[in-house]
T-cell receptor
Framework: LAKTTQPISMDSYEGQEVNITCSHN???????ITWYQQFPSQGPRFIIQGYKTKVTNEVASLFIPADRKSSTLSLPRVSLSDTAVYYC???????????FGTGTRLTVIP | DTGVSQDPRHKITKRGQNVTFRCDPI?????LYWYRQTLGQGPEFLTYFQNEAQLEKSRLLSDRFSAERPKGSFSTLEIQRTEQGDSAMYLCAGAVGQGEYGYTFGSGTRLTVV
């Protein structure tokens, strides 16, 4: 299982774009990358996932370079309500569980 | 509402007592997972059901823990003879297919053992 490394914490001002980068040097060919968001006292919430290049949805964008050894979650124009912990996960296709690290604690400042 | 309900939201129990938590996923969730999360850490996998069959258990799931998913619908997680180290948030998640569309987590049950 590929280990992921992401910053422990980040601060950002409201209205700015936030990019959280995750390293996964040992990602395997059949693995994909997925990101979850977790607010205090709630379960994680699926944000976005991808295999390569760029994926965009109504919440975020995910950029994955050709070598797939890293990925960047991009949150456009963050608001105070985006303050949360963001987890980057590498998932084996057909895996029976998800492995969460400690995530990145994003604090949005007014 | 995430579609996965957990009950109770909070539970305080004395050391040595047994506790049981319930998880109600949506009907489409053929897969059901239990995770445990302690303060400042990410969720840790405990066990996984494919419909009613429990297919995988973590080494974290000691003999005092047992989980069931009768009829492949709701699930229960029981902890016998609770210890202070069992204090944590217990999360349930459901998924369709092989989980390729992501997991839907409930809001969890926070257990405090005093």
């Amino acid at each position: 299982l590929a280990k992921t490394t992401q910053p422990i914490s980040m601060d950002s001002y409201e209205g700015q774009e936030v990019n959280i980068t995750c390293s996964h040097n040992n990602i395997a060919t059949n693995d994909y990358i997925t990101w979850y968001q977790q607010f205090p006292s709630q379960g994680p919430r699926f944000i976005i996932q991808g295999y390569k290049t760029k994926v965009t949805n109504e919440v975020a964008s995910l950029f994955i370079p050709a070598d797939r050894k890293s990925s960047t979650l991009s949150l456009p124009r963050v608001s105070l309500s985006d303050t949360a912990v963001y987890y980057c996960l590498v998932v084996q296709t057909g895996a029976n569980n998800l492995f969460f690290g400690t995530g990145t604690r994003l604090t949005v400042i007014p | 509402d995430t579609g996965v309900s957990q009950d109770p939201r909070h539970k305080i129990t004395k050391r040595g007592q047994n506790v049981t938590f319930r998880c109600d996923p949506i009907s489409e969730h053929n897969r059901l997972y239990w995770y445990r999360q302690t303060l400042g850490q990410g969720p840790e996998f405990l066990t996984y059901f494919q419909n009613e069959a429990q297919l995988e258990k973590s080494r974290l799931l000691s003999d005092r823990f047992s989980a069931e998913r009768p009829k492949g619908s709701f699930s229960t997680l029981e902890i016998q003879r609770t210890e202070q180290g069992d204090s944590a948030m217990y999360l349930c998640a459901g998924a369709v297919g092989q989980g390729e569309y992501g997991y839907t987590f409930g809001s969890g049950t926070r257990l405090t053992v005093v």
